[in-house]
């Protein structure tokens, strides 16, 4: 391997070599302040690194993984988000008296493999990441003591195992297929002529992907295990996770080019016409905050699915504004619900937001902001995604998807709403709530008007970040 | 020059954030400040108005008085773009005065979380002035969505007992109306970019897109059905009636002041310049919702026992005419909509005004429990008597003239269409007689005291008395202002502002392929 490839590989090797050096450190001192840092300081230098090796373009090539500037713009948002999450979790911890030190080494690990998915090309670096990502999840979601932890990491250890053996068959099915588990390949492969075994390989293989991303109708396990993790790890679970599935897939389906396929491109608009009302009318029902963006994160990805059935550039560079967008979002949501969480006990039951403006303004406004650019409302970074994607959709003349979509959405404005109300009802026992000066608040307090912002931003001026996306993805079209 | 459309938008901005941060130290300051930014508006407004009575007197071409045009997303052809006439200096104008009524009038009504409320009383606005500014599809849809966001936080946290369900439900009817306009936004922005094969969202280079049949009518029913709601036409109009009756007065005033004028303005500006041909089949059939809505709403409006929400179906009614004059589609019933429009703004602002007065004073808006109150308070009643005689079409006063007017220009082109709309001005004679006859004359149903106008409210009424009395002799200032407007549309050409210099915003995007098929056969049989 020559010293070019390794410069080009440096973002996985720095988080690599950050969980080896955290459980280094962790074996020799316990100290939660000590470990939060390092790994929030690993996470930036490979964020650092980015730059760098995007300079480097085009790079060695490997046949088992790519790094080319749609896998850097993606290791880019999942570093950045891993970050907030990490530096949200100290405060959170903090409370929780648990052994916090391990949950970094998870983090890590996870993220890591989740940047192995997005550089992956090739099926079995992509289940390398995969596995990878979904282990480290398995013991995060149950990490902590709590009501529903356990429960919620058996529920999705059980689950996603089942759905990695639909993964794994259906990518044996395509392998016996067409001969070939390179991305690149399959295009020209396919192309060949009538496979049999291509359409239950792929089909297979969505399944797999469409419990990742909980797509309809692969969503049963997402509000219970997004209720029972703690805060931070759904918000891990909610952006990274899914992210880096999405954005793997959208790579293996512009490659195979399924526009030539009727049959997919009918299924995933059936799915992503599901998704988006199924998790829209859901969250209505529900009276727990965490269940909501659990079921309004089922709906999201079903709006995304729309970029993926549109393809073409404009699609890819809306998939990847969505996505940003969409991360900046959620880890503000749950984050907000992780400040607000004391002790054990997370801010999770609806009555709990009650006249909460009135009592704690500041945390309230970011909660605010958070739900109307999830509703899409203009001047936040929601609404450009969202206006982005209607773009392609109705470029590509997507009339079903594009009516879904707005229907759905305006669905979803109900319970948007609903929380946003309650938060403002006027509550007669003005009664002084005490805040206790928690340690490390600072750190997630400056994260989460830092995610305020950069919402704000986004949603202003998206000039700057929809060049960034469109010098990078374009490498995929 | 032209930064002043910008600064039109940015003052009120400032001032919300100011009033925000300085209700800390006193509750009083915000009102001052948003007093002192609406000032600064109107002496803007009253500079280019004068600017623009001279370019009308000595220049043909003084359609467009003012324009800003800025990059903003280039990468998708949208600028921030600003530009006004007559059409849109009227409106900000009525803006600005209605503004300064709902801070005046709600000067002991809102008492707490003050700077709260005129922070989203000032950003509502400045969405508003927005709206009536936008060149840009985009933007304008920006605008749109901006000021639905504080006008629900107003009805919902100062609102009266239901707000709640009042404010939910304003709010999805209105962001589901924009949804479908933003679709029809989006697919006219790739059908003009097919065609002129360069994809931007400015207004100017979108007009005279050649549109297939079936496609121009689609994207013509998206715009309509966001006007529509907020217009309200009828069969979207129930949001109208909770939102107008559970918001506070400052709420109410802006909504039906402003808010449903944000409907018809968007009739005029976009829909008849950019849809000619879809409209010739159209028209008829919006007509028609016109007429039934004047119909229904009068008729409404006399079954209600609340006043608020009698004084919310009145607007039903008024705005069925501007349906009516905007789709007949002449030169008279144009001039008579955006009469209308003002008129209407003025007369049902300063009833609620006084609604909202009556409710502080007695408690309650329940007409059966008035009576008599001409003789406690006869001030407030002469007041009100004005605007109720302005609400059923007195001559003399501004609202007479915009309804005629529409009735003039509708019964030459379809008489059967004016002759049901002109019953509308009977049965408004009705209801509006019945306000005063239930509440201010017959017998005394109040036995406590109850304190007449205060200097302040009376200033204020006295201001909006001589508006409406002024726009009723001398309507000719209105229509001179906006006739260079009313004449461009009847020909979209002329609409056209830039058409030398090239727009900086527009981008050459690849086609992809299989974009709107229907779009490319179409446009090649044309």
């Not at chain 1, 020209?188 to 309809?216: Q, R």
């Not at chain 1, 550039?313 to 619900?337: D, H, K, M």
């Not at chain 2, 029913?221 to 129930?238: C, E, N």
């Given at each position: 391997?020559?010293?070019?490839?390794?410069?080009?590989?440096?973002?996985?090797?720095?988080?690599?070599?950050?969980?080896?050096?955290?459980l280094f450190v962790?074996?020799?001192?316990?100290?939660?302040?000590?470990?939060?840092?390092?790994?929030?300081?690993?996470?930036?230098?490979?964020?650092c690194?980015?730059?760098?090796?995007?300079?480097?373009?085009p790079?060695?090539?490997?046949?088992?993984?790519?790094?080319?500037?749609?896998?850097?713009?993606?290791?880019?948002?999942?570093?950045?988000?891993?970050?907030?999450?990490?530096?949200?979790?100290?405060?959170?911890l903090?409370?929780?008296?648990?052994?916090?030190?391990?949950?970094?080494?998870?983090m890590?690990?996870?993220?890591?493999?989740?940047a192995?998915?997005?550089?992956s090309t090739?099926?079995?670096?992509?289940?390398?990441?995969?596995?990878?990502?979904?282990?480290?999840?398995?013991?995060?979601?149950?990490?902590?003591?709590g009501?529903?932890?356990?429960e919620?990491?058996?529920?999705?250890?059980?689950?996603?195992?089942?759905?990695?053996?639909?993964?794994?068959?259906?990518i044996?099915?395509?392998?016996?297929?067409?001969?070939?588990?390179?991305?690149?390949?399959?295009?020209?492969?396919?192309?060949?002529?009538?496979?049999a075994?291509l359409?239950?390989?792929t089909?297979l293989?969505?399944?797999?992907?469409?419990f990742?991303?909980?797509?309809?109708p692969?969503h049963?396990?997402?509000?219970?295990?997004?209720?029972g993790?703690p805060?931070?790890?759904?918000?891990?679970?909610?952006?990274?996770?899914?992210g880096?599935?999405?954005?793997v897939?959208?790579?293996?389906?512009?490659?195979?080019?399924?526009?030539?396929?009727?049959?997919?491109?009918?299924?995933f608009?059936l799915?992503?016409?599901?998704?988006?009302?199924?998790?829209?009318?859901l969250?209505?029902l529900?009276?727990?905050?965490?269940?909501?963006?659990?079921?309004?994160?089922?709906?999201?990805?079903?709006?995304l699915?729309?970029?993926l059935?549109?393809?073409?550039?404009?699609?890819v560079?809306?998939?990847?504004y969505?996505?940003?967008a969409?991360?900046v979002?959620?880890?503000?949501?749950f984050?907000?619900?992780?400040?607000?969480?004391?002790?054990e006990?997370?801010?999770?039951?609806?009555?709990?937001?009650?006249?909460?403006?009135?009592?704690?303004?500041?945390v309230?406004?970011?909660?605010?902001?958070?739900?109307?650019?999830?509703?899409?409302?203009?001047?936040?970074?929601?609404f450009?995604?969202?206006?982005?994607?209607?773009a392609?959709?109705?470029?590509?003349?997507?009339?079903l998807?594009?009516?879904?979509?707005?229907v759905?959405?305006?669905?979803?404005l109900?319970y948007?709403?609903r929380?946003v109300?309650?938060?403002?009802?006027?509550v007669?026992?003005?009664?002084?709530?005490?805040?206790?000066?928690?340690?490390?608040?600072?750190?997630?307090?400056?994260?989460?008007?830092?995610?305020?912002?950069?919402?704000?931003?986004?949603?202003?001026?998206?000039?700057?970040?929809?060049?960034?996306?469109?010098?990078?993805?374009?490498?995929?079209? | 020059?032209?930064m002043?459309?910008?600064?039109?938008?940015?003052?009120?901005?400032?001032a919300?954030?100011g009033?925000?941060?300085?209700?800390?130290?006193?509750?009083?300051?915000?009102?001052?400040?948003?007093?002192?930014?609406?000032?600064a508006?109107?002496?803007?407004?009253?500079?280019?108005?004068?600017?623009?009575?001279?370019?009308?007197?000595?220049?043909?071409?003084?359609?467009?008085?003012?324009?800003?045009?800025?990059?903003?997303i280039?990468?998708?052809?949208?600028?921030?773009?600003l530009?006004?006439?007559?059409?849109?200096?009227?409106?900000?104008?009525?803006?600005?005065?209605?503004?300064?009524?709902?801070?005046?009038?709600?000067?002991?009504?809102?008492?707490e979380?003050?700077?709260?409320?005129?922070?989203?009383l000032?950003?509502?606005?400045a969405?508003?002035?927005?709206?009536?500014l936008?060149?840009?599809?985009?933007?304008?849809?920006?605008?749109?969505?901006?000021?639905?966001?504080?006008?629900?936080?107003?009805?919902?946290i100062?609102g009266?007992?239901?707000?709640i369900?009042?404010?939910?439900?304003?709010?999805?009817?209105?962001?589901?109306?924009?949804?479908?306009?933003?679709?029809a936004?989006?697919?006219?922005?790739?059908?003009?970019?097919?065609?002129?094969?360069?994809?931007?969202?400015?207004y100017?280079?979108?007009?005279?897109?050649?549109?297939?049949?079936?496609v121009?009518f689609?994207?013509?029913?998206?715009f309509?059905?966001?006007?529509?709601?907020?217009?309200?036409?009828?069969?979207?109009?129930?949001?109208?009636a909770?939102?107008?009756?559970e918001?506070?007065?400052a709420?109410?005033?802006?909504?039906?002041?402003?808010?449903?004028?944000t409907?018809?303005?968007g009739?005029?500006?976009?829909?008849?310049p950019?849809?000619?041909?879809?409209?010739?089949?159209?028209?008829?059939?919006?007509m028609?919702?016109?007429?039934?809505?004047?119909?229904?709403g009068?008729?409404?409006a006399?079954a209600?026992?609340?006043?608020?929400?009698?004084?919310?179906?009145?607007?039903?009614?008024?705005?069925?005419?501007v349906?009516?004059?905007?789709?007949t589609r002449?030169d008279?019933?144009?001039?008579?909509?955006?009469?209308q429009?003002?008129?209407?703004?003025?007369?049902?602002?300063?009833?609620?005004?006084?609604?909202g007065?009556?409710?502080?004073?007695i408690?309650?808006?329940?007409?059966?429990q008035?009576?008599?109150?001409?003789?406690?308070?006869?001030?407030?009643?002469?007041?009100?008597?004005?605007?109720?005689?302005?609400?059923?079409?007195?001559?003399?006063?501004?609202?007479?003239?915009g309804?005629?007017?529409v009735?003039?220009?509708?019964?030459?082109?379809?008489?059967?269409?004016?002759?049901?709309?002109?019953?509308?001005?009977?049965?408004?004679?009705?209801?509006?007689?019945?306000?005063m006859?239930?509440?201010?004359?017959?017998?005394?149903?109040?036995?406590?005291?109850?304190?007449d106008?205060?200097?302040?409210?009376?200033?204020?009424?006295a201001?909006?008395?001589?508006?409406?009395?002024?726009l009723?002799?001398f309507p000719?200032?209105?229509?001179?202002?906006v006739?260079?407007?009313?004449?461009?549309?009847?020909d979209?050409?002329?609409?056209?502002?830039?058409?030398?210099?090239?727009?900086?915003?527009?981008?050459?995007?690849?086609?992809?392929p299989?974009i709107?098929?229907?779009?490319?056969?179409?446009?090649?049989?044309r």
């Amino acid at each position: 391997m020559s010293a070019a490839q390794l410069l080009t590989l440096s973002p996985l090797l720095v988080v690599s070599g950050t969980v080896t050096l955290v459980l280094f450190v962790v074996a020799v001192r316990r100290k939660h302040l000590l470990t939060a840092t390092l790994t929030a300081a690993g996470l930036l230098v490979a964020l650092c690194t980015l730059p760098m090796v995007y300079r480097m373009l085009p790079g060695p090539m490997i046949s088992l993984i790519t790094v080319d500037g749609y896998a850097i713009f993606f290791m880019g948002l999942l570093f950045a988000a891993s970050l907030a999450v990490t530096l949200m979790s100290y405060q959170y911890l903090e409370q929780q008296k648990a052994n916090p030190d391990e949950y970094y080494v998870l983090m890590l690990l996870a993220t890591l493999g989740s940047a192995v998915i997005v550089v992956s090309t090739h099926f079995v670096s992509f289940f390398l990441g995969l596995e990878i990502l979904s282990v480290s999840l398995y013991a995060l979601i149950a990490y902590t003591s709590g009501l529903f932890r356990t429960e919620a990491g058996i529920k999705y250890l059980i689950l996603a195992a089942a759905s990695d053996a639909f993964l794994l068959f259906g990518i044996a099915l395509i392998y016996a297929e067409t001969g070939t588990m390179e991305f690149a390949r399959m295009g020209p492969a396919i192309a060949g002529g009538h496979l049999a075994l291509l359409l239950p390989g792929t089909a297979l293989f969505v399944v797999g992907l469409g419990f990742k991303l909980s797509l309809v109708p692969f969503h049963m396990w997402t509000p219970d295990v997004y209720q029972g993790a703690p805060a931070p790890v759904t918000a891990f679970l909610a952006s990274v996770s899914k992210g880096a599935v999405f954005a793997v897939m959208l790579r293996y389906f512009t490659e195979m080019d399924i526009h030539s396929h009727d049959s997919l491109v009918l299924a995933f608009t059936l799915i992503a016409i599901a998704s988006m009302f199924v998790g829209n009318l859901l969250a209505l029902l529900q009276n727990h905050v965490k269940r909501i963006l659990a079921y309004s994160s089922i709906a999201h990805l079903g709006y995304l699915l729309v970029a993926l059935v549109a393809g073409g550039e404009l699609a890819v560079t809306a998939a990847g504004y969505y996505l940003a967008a969409y991360f900046v979002t959620i880890i503000g949501a749950f984050g907000v619900i992780a400040w607000l969480s004391e002790g054990e006990t997370e801010a999770d039951a609806i009555d709990s937001y009650r006249g909460l403006v009135w009592k704690r303004p500041w945390v309230s406004g970011v909660f605010i902001v958070m739900l109307l650019s999830l509703a899409g409302i203009p001047l936040t970074a929601g609404f450009v995604g969202k206006f982005y994607v209607m773009a392609a959709g109705i470029g590509a003349t997507l009339w079903l998807l594009i009516v879904s979509l707005v229907v759905s959405s305006v669905i979803g404005l109900f319970y948007y709403l609903r929380v946003v109300a309650l938060m403002f009802t006027r509550v007669t026992d003005d009664e002084e709530v005490a805040i206790t000066p928690r340690a490390g608040a600072m750190a997630a307090g400056v994260v989460l008007a830092m995610l305020t912002l950069i919402l704000i931003w986004l949603g202003t001026y998206p000039a700057p970040l929809i060049d960034i996306i469109r010098k990078t993805v374009v490498h995929l079209t | 020059m032209d930064m002043i459309l910008i600064l039109l938008i940015i003052i009120p901005v400032i001032a919300s954030i100011g009033s925000w941060i300085s209700a800390g130290r006193n509750a009083e300051w915000p009102r001052w400040i948003c007093l002192t930014a609406l000032f600064a508006d109107m002496l803007i407004i009253l500079f280019l108005w004068t600017e623009h009575s001279q370019q009308a007197a000595s220049a043909e071409s003084a359609l467009w008085l003012a324009a800003v045009n800025l990059r903003w997303i280039p990468q998708l052809g949208i600028g921030f773009q600003l530009a006004m006439d007559g059409l849109s200096l009227l409106m900000v104008a009525l803006t600005v005065l209605l503004g300064m009524a709902a801070v005046v009038c709600s000067w002991t009504e809102i008492q707490e979380r003050v700077g709260f409320f005129h922070f989203n009383l000032m950003a509502c606005l400045a969405g508003i002035i927005g709206v009536f500014l936008a060149t840009d599809l985009v933007l304008f849809y920006i605008f749109w969505e901006v000021m639905l966001v504080p006008m629900y936080f107003l009805i919902g946290i100062w609102g009266h007992e239901n707000r709640i369900y009042a404010a939910i439900k304003f709010f999805i009817f209105t962001q589901a109306g924009g949804l479908f306009m933003l679709m029809a936004i989006l697919g006219l922005y790739f059908v003009h970019g097919l065609h002129a094969g360069v994809y931007t969202f400015n207004y100017f280079e979108m007009l005279g897109t050649p549109l297939p049949a079936l496609v121009g009518f689609g994207l013509m029913l998206g715009f309509f059905i966001a006007f529509a709601v907020k217009l309200p036409a009828v069969p979207f109009h129930t949001w109208l009636a909770d939102a107008h009756t559970e918001a506070p007065t400052a709420g109410s005033v802006i909504l039906a002041g402003l808010l449903l004028k944000t409907g018809g303005y968007g009739l005029i500006r976009f829909i008849l310049p950019l849809f000619p041909e879809a409209l010739d089949v159209w028209a008829p059939f919006a007509m028609g919702i016109g007429v039934v809505g004047i119909i229904y709403g009068a008729l409404m409006a006399f079954a209600q026992t609340d006043l608020k929400r009698l004084v919310a179906y009145t607007s039903i009614s008024h705005l069925g005419f501007v349906l009516l004059g905007v789709f007949t589609r002449n030169d008279l019933a144009l001039f008579g909509a955006v009469m209308q429009m003002i008129c209407h703004g003025i007369s049902t602002g300063a009833l609620f005004i006084l609604v909202g007065i009556v409710q502080e004073r007695i408690g309650t808006r329940d007409l059966n429990q008035m009576g008599g109150l001409w003789s406690v308070v006869p001030r407030m009643s002469g007041v009100t008597l004005i605007f109720a005689l302005a609400s059923l079409g007195l001559p003399g006063l501004g609202n007479f003239v915009g309804e005629f007017l529409v009735l003039v220009g509708t019964f030459g082109t379809s008489p059967w269409m004016a002759a049901p709309a002109a019953v509308g001005l009977v049965l408004s004679v009705v209801y509006s007689l019945r306000i005063m006859g239930k509440a201010f004359y017959g017998p005394k149903k109040l036995e406590q005291p109850i304190q007449d106008l205060s200097p302040r409210e009376t200033c204020l009424a006295a201001s909006l008395i001589v508006a409406i009395i002024w726009l009723g002799v001398f309507p000719q200032v209105v229509l001179n202002t906006v006739s260079p407007t009313v004449k461009a549309i009847q020909d979209p050409g002329r609409l056209r502002m830039f058409t030398n210099n090239a727009n900086p915003q527009a981008v050459a995007l690849p086609r992809s392929p299989g974009i709107l098929s229907i779009v490319r056969q179409g446009g090649s049989n044309r």
